[in-house]
């Protein structure tokens, strides 16, 4: 099954953009899954066991790294990725 997240990451501290970017560069590494980011939040496309095991695990770094951090995750079965029309 196909899923698609939408993940906003808050760090509760003042330097709060290089933790943003480093759990983006980590969930780009996972070759099985796609990553898109925007201003606003990053989304993730791919089958559910997959992405959600991906995102889990670079939660749970940035979990043990940051001192403080708060996920927002919207999950929806199906792959809700934006084509372009034609």
């Known amino acids: 099954m196909e899923c698609s997240v939408e993940i906003s990451m808050y760090p509760l501290n ?9 759990f983006i560069h980590s969930l780009r590494k996972y070759p099985f899954i796609k990553v898109k980011t925007n ?30 951090v708060v996920f927002n995750l919207k999950i929806l079965n199906g792959n809700f990725e934006e084509k372009p029309s034609l």
């Open 39 to 68: 201003g606003m939040s990053t989304q993730v496309f791919g089958e559910y066991n997959r992405v959600m095991r991906a995102i889990n695990s670079e939660i749970e770094t940035s979990f043990l790294i940051e001192n403080k």
């Open 14 to 22: 003042k330097d709060y953009k290089k933790p943003i970017i480093s």
